[in-house]
């Protein structure tokens, strides 16, 4: 039996330099069978940034080849943290007041709550003190890193970035006001 294009939602993995039609223009050509409607697309970025450059494009290229078509507002172009929070929305009201933090958020968020966020009690290699304003990227990409890694932890014994892991709000669930 084959699915029902009209419940089924599909996620497709595009290289970031791709040329030729986009995976939504295929998808979505009328009358194709499995043809889907743009609110059962979903597309993740990496950005914010990257998310509304892909719609743009999608939208564009699939309106050049396929005409006018009803519905592309629905098709979710994003991040996934952007789309865990639309869940989460959607199904626990609680979380309405949350927000996803861009880059720039995320920064600030870090210096203000410097210590708790584990940034000034970290060091760099030279056992200097990582410093507000100053090391807050390169402290948070670090984090973003270490989160994302298969980590061996007896090689970053005495690592203190790898130590405020555990303290850096979102990574123990200890973060009222804001979702990473």
């Known amino acids: 039996m084959a699915p029902d294009a009209a419940r089924t939602t599909l996620a497709v993995r595009v290289p970031a330099r791709r040329t030729g039609p986009s995976p939504a223009q295929h998808l979505l050509t009328p009358g194709r069978p499995g043809s889907l409607e743009p609110r059962n697309i979903v597309a993740f970025t990496f950005t914010e940034k990257a998310a509304a450059e892909l719609k743009e ?11 006018e078509l009803h519905g592309m507002a629905d098709l979710f172009v994003g991040t996934i943290h952007a789309f865990c929070l639309d869940l989460l929305r959607a199904e626990a009201p609680e979380y309405l007041k949350y927000e996803v933090l861009n880059e720039v958020q995320q920064a600030l968020f870090v210096d203000r709550h410097s210590r708790k966020s584990g940034l ?18 390169h402290y948070v990409n ?18 203190s970035v790898a130590a405020a892991l555990d303290d850096y709000p979102g990574s123990s669930g200890r973060c009222t006001t804001f979702i990473e």
């Open 57 to 67: 494009r999608i939208v564009t290229r699939t309106r050049e080849a396929l005409g």
């Open 120 to 137: 000034t009690v970290s060091t760099d290699l030279q056992s200097h003190p990582l410093r507000r304003y100053v090391d807050t990227n």
């Open 142 to 159: 670090a984090l973003a890193i270490l989160r994302e890694a298969d980590l061996d932890e007896a090689k970053l014994d005495g690592c």
